[in-house]
């Protein structure tokens, strides 16, 4: 008995694999043509440009404030110096207007103000 229910589990653990496996390729095919077709198209708004490094809550308020003080329309580009307490991951979660490079390893400001 406990085999079969094993290898039922593990049939709708595969199947779970193979349709999330399908709905992130179709989402990430879908990105690229996006992107692609909005290639070269001038943005007709402000690029505000915050790089940063260990610095997860300032930048967190720093966001928000923009947010609701800024007209549109405006993106934001938060370029992550390689840090360390988890900057990249809540600007990701944040979403929205938020764009996010996280940079593998700390490169110094003026390389990161480049990158934005």
Do not use: W
């Not at 290639?39 to 915050?50: D, H």
């Not at 993106?75 to 207007?97: F, H, P, Q």
């Amino acid at each position: 008995m406990r085999k079969s229910r094993r290898k039922g589990k593990s049939r709708r653990t595969a199947k779970g694999a193979r349709l999330y496996k399908q709905g992130y390729t179709r989402g990430y095919n879908e990105g690229v043509r996006q992107g692609q077709s909005s290639f070269g198209l001038v943005f007709e708004g402000v690029s505000i440009i915050i790089p940063t490094y260990n610095q997860r809550e300032y930048v967190l308020k720093c966001v928000s404030s923009i947010e609701k003080h800024t007209p549109a329309p405006f993106e934001i580009i938060v370029v992550d110096n390689a840090s360390k307490d988890g900057t990249a991951e809540a600007m990701l979660r944040k979403g929205g207007m938020v764009r996010v490079a996280a940079l593998d390893k700390n490169r110094g400001l003026p390389e990161v103000s480049i990158m934005g």
